[in-house]
């Protein structure tokens, strides 16, 4: 074939490809269109996951009739004049791409009026030209009907899913701008079914519930409600929206939402900062919820890296990830039923000030570290031991109200701390055996423990081979003594190096199987030190591995339960 120029309708629909993935995107990018246009009341119709109909209905400005044929053409748009314009850009759209694409890959009515005209105007596109123009009353705004999207594309139409996955990913996109614009009222119909309505009140919560249900909205909490004076900086990077209290985590990362200056983004980096935010408060395969909006000069962000517009690259990434990271943190900890805050450090150069107030974070700081969690400190108050019940649980009272402490648990974290301050000093407490013990391997574990016993020794194991599968232990860490020490090395063993923080992971496992049992009686003198342990410890109210140590009855409780209050 002789190299030749493209005709225009293929060279469209090739661009189209990087904007209309999937049905999805055409309503991404509609739903965007109306948000522009300023629209209160957004209405989203789909029939056959998208492929047979999409109508997008907004009550924004609309496009003048004349204008109404060049919205049509590529890199047409009202939003930019200049590269400088990318700078300051307000609006989701910017490069004119949308409905050309669309029109490329569909049939596509569109039918608006501006305030000022009297009659609004329709327009219908077969392969991306007008086919038919007339003049038409309607309401101020616009509606886009786009019919049998990909018909004429079958390698696109095979790519696509189930037509009730298609539809799913279309929910989720509307529901996502549902809960990043609260003062907009969104409704989704599928198939003619109503999935989803906001009432478009500026509440996040009210989106909240109807996005994901009462169940979680319950458990919701606002960020940075408590610190609202740091967080009125010019400068700063502002954080608000809703994170979940841990109790209602999920076992995917579906359930995390980031707007950049009230865009839509999927950022890699911004759900690892707030999952470390929740470090040590979920259990292990456990994500939380979480709506996260962040503000920052537009200066400090590239919207323009992404062909669907759904990534942003920040131009400081650790300084934003701080931010996210501490807001989320210090609302958990406000929050969290049993700590008293004392004090929340910040691991970042922005120091807190005399009262333990955080400062905002310049965006332009740029001293910031490799990006560590911030460290929960929340100690308890000082406890009073009444007894044990079921021999499982240390009953104790407070100033404010009766605490049930789970032995082990709470013992696990005493001994996890305890550990890890010793390895962190290189220094961990080792008892020697006076007679050395065996220690027989299968060749699995074998093969695991030579690998490990540096590691091991550095813990307070000294193993040195004794044949081919015997191992003599001459010591084990202090804490073990006594303990099932040979238990925790087969676990250890057989779990092998999955776990990816392998120091904490060691160090739980020692601590799990050093700690005492549920179902053993304890002394009073043995129950009191342990609760003096446990009020000592920075992050006192759950397990290394995230389950909770204590239960905590305040006085207004009781006495609304006891019907006093
Ligand atoms: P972009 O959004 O990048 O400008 P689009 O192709 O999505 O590009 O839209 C082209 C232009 O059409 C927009 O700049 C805007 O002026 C106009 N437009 C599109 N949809 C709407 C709408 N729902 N209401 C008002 N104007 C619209
Ligand atoms: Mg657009």
Redesign the pocket.
């Known amino acids: 074939m002789p190299i030749q120029v493209l005709s225009e309708k293929v060279i469209s629909q090739i661009a189209a490809g990087e904007v209309v993935e999937r049905p999805a995107s055409v309503v991404k990018?509609?739903v965007?269109?109306?948000l522009?246009?300023g629209a209160q009341q957004i209405g989203v119709e789909v029939t056959g996951g998208g492929t047979r109909l999409i109508r997008i209905t907004?009550d924004?400005?609309?496009?003048p009739a004349g204008e109404v044929a060049t919205?049509f053409s590529r890199h047409?748009?009202?939003?930019i004049s200049s590269l400088d314009d990318l700078q300051t850009i307000a609006t989701m759209?910017?490069?004119?791409?949308?409905?050309?694409s669309i029109a490329a890959v569909a049939e596509v009515e569109i039918a608006?009026r501006i305030e000022n005209e009297a009659a609004g105007i329709t327009l219908t596109l077969e392969d991306g030209v007008v086919a038919n123009r007339r003049s038409e009353g309607r309401a101020r705004g616009?509606t886009?009907t786009v019919r049998n999207l990909f018909r004429k594309i079958p390698a696109r139409l095979k790519f696509l899913k189930s037509t009730a996955t298609e539809s799913s990913r279309i929910a989720n996109v509307v529901s996502q701008y549902a809960l990043c614009f609260p003062e907009v009222g969104f409704t989704l119909t599928v198939d003619g079914r109503t999935e989803l309505r906001t009432a478009g009140n500026g509440n996040l919560i009210d989106s909240i519930i109807e996005v994901y249900g009462q169940e979680i909205a319950r458990n919701m909490i606002a960020v940075g409600s408590m610190a609202a004076d740091w967080q009125s900086s010019p400068d700063a990077i502002r954080i608000s929206g809703m994170v979940g209290a841990p109790q209602v985590s999920r076992a995917g990362r579906n359930y995390l939402s980031f707007f950049v200056n009230r865009r839509w983004v999927n950022s890699r980096i911004l759900a690892f900062a707030v999952e470390e935010a929740y470090h040590g408060l979920l259990m292990t395969g456990k994500h939380p919820v979480a709506v996260v909006n962040i503000e920052l000069p537009p200066a400090e962000l590239d919207v323009n890296i992404h062909p669907a517009k759904s990534e942003v690259k920040f131009r400081d990434e650790h300084a934003v990830f701080a931010a996210v990271q501490r807001a989320v943190r210090r609302t958990l900890v406000a929050e969290a039923p049993v700590a008293r805050i004392e004090e929340v450090t910040a691991a970042y150069s922005a120091p807190a000030n005399e009262q333990g107030v955080l400062t905002p974070v310049p965006a332009r700081n740029r001293h910031f570290e490799l990006p560590e969690p911030v460290p929960l400190i929340a100690s308890l108050p000082v406890l009073r031991v009444l007894g044990q019940a079921r021999n499982c649980y240390i009953v104790a009272e407070g100033p404010d109200g009766v605490y049930l402490i789970d032995q082990h648990a709470a013992h696990e974290r005493v001994l996890f701390d305890q550990i890890k301050a010793q390895r962190s000093a290189k220094r961990v407490e080792v008892q020697g055996l006076l007679e050395p013990a065996t220690f027989e391997v299968s060749p699995r574990q074998a093969e695991e423990l030579r690998r490990r016993l540096g590691e091991l020794l550095e813990f307070g194991f000294a193993l040195e081979a004794f044949g081919e599968r015997t191992y003599l232990v001459r010591a084990v860490p202090a804490v073990l003594k006594d303990r099932d020490w040979q238990g925790m090395l087969r676990e250890l063993l057989d779990g092998g190096l999955r776990q990816s923080r392998s120091e904490e992971n060691i160090i739980a496992t020692i601590a799990c199987h050093a700690a005492v049992r549920a179902g053993q009686a304890l002394s009073d003198e043995e129950m009191h030190g342990l609760v003096r342990q446990l009020e000592q410890s920075p992050n006192p109210h759950t397990c290394p591995h995230g389950r909770p140590t204590l239960i905590h009855l305040s006085a207004a409780q009781l006495e609304r339960e006891f019907g006093r209050a």
């Open positions: 990018e509609l965007e269109n109306a522009d246009a907004d924004g400005c609309g496009i919205a047409a748009t009202s939003k759209g910017f490069r004119g791409e949308a409905l050309p608006t616009t886009v």
